[in-house]
């Protein structure tokens, strides 16, 4: 059974179906989405299929304009709960090794990773090249300015940024084949749910055949949803 939930401005929705429809007038099911996936398009846009009609394209100004009022800083990123940032990437970390190691063998190889959400230059230090999407232009200039000098040094293991793209994921298309690791954290609920299909139908290309997603989200207690209106999320 779905949940229901609320908005900022007071509304409560019965299903997060009726909330799409109120916020984009219409949103495409999950099996329409799964039938007509957005055709590849390299590192680039997705095209009208994954920016929809005006109010789609709204929902996401929307959260653009929100975003470009932040502060490039961790407290900023994280609405004034910096606090969390250290507990948040020692669990990535935790969860993350025992799994690269599983499925990579424990000798030192040369792995890719590809960051959808600036968190996982925190956690994966096994990691040799890490490339990062955001939309948001001052955000990338920030990690720009702060990973590129060269190797990250984080104990014996090190890892550098390589890759900046300023594109959102619903117009995102990762080089095939390329990464080991695909990392999405706190950034997916910015997308109604055919865009988020049609967004993993596009993403998993980038995969090696032993690739793996990690998505990491904030869940809600009571089970019910929330939506600020403000930034879209």
Known sequence: MDSRGYDSG???????TEMWVAELGSTASSAE???????????????EEGG??????EWYSKAIAYWQSVDASTEGVLGGYGCVNDADVKGSDTFLRPLMAERFGTAKRHLVALDLSY???GCCYALYQVDLVEPVPHF???????????????????????NFYCVSLQDFTPEEGRYDVI???WC??????DDFISFFNRAKIGLKPDGFFVL??????????????????
């Not at 989405?33 to 095209?47: I, K, L, S």
């Not at 200039?141 to 550098?160: C, F, I, P, V, Y």
């Not at 990491?216 to 999320?233: D, Q, T």
Request: glycine content about 14%; overall charge neutral; hydrophobic content about 35%.
């Open 33 to 47: 989405a799964e039938a007509t996936p957005a055709a590849a398009a390299g590192n680039g846009a997705a095209g």
């Open 52 to 57: 929809g009609d005006g109010k789609r394209k």
């Open 140 to 162: 990338l200039e920030a990690a720009r300015e702060n990973l590129t000098g060269g190797m990250m040094h984080q104990g014996e293991d090190s890892h550098k940024a390589v």
């Open 183 to 185: 990392w999405v954290q």
């Open 10 to 16: 007071g509304r409560i929705f019965s299903n997060a």
């Open 188 to 193: 997916i609920g910015q997308l109604p749910d």
């Open 119 to 121: 968190r996982i230059l």
């Open 216 to 233: 990491k989200e904030n869940i809600a207690k009571n089970g019910e949803f929330a939506v600020s209106n403000g930034k879209s999320e």
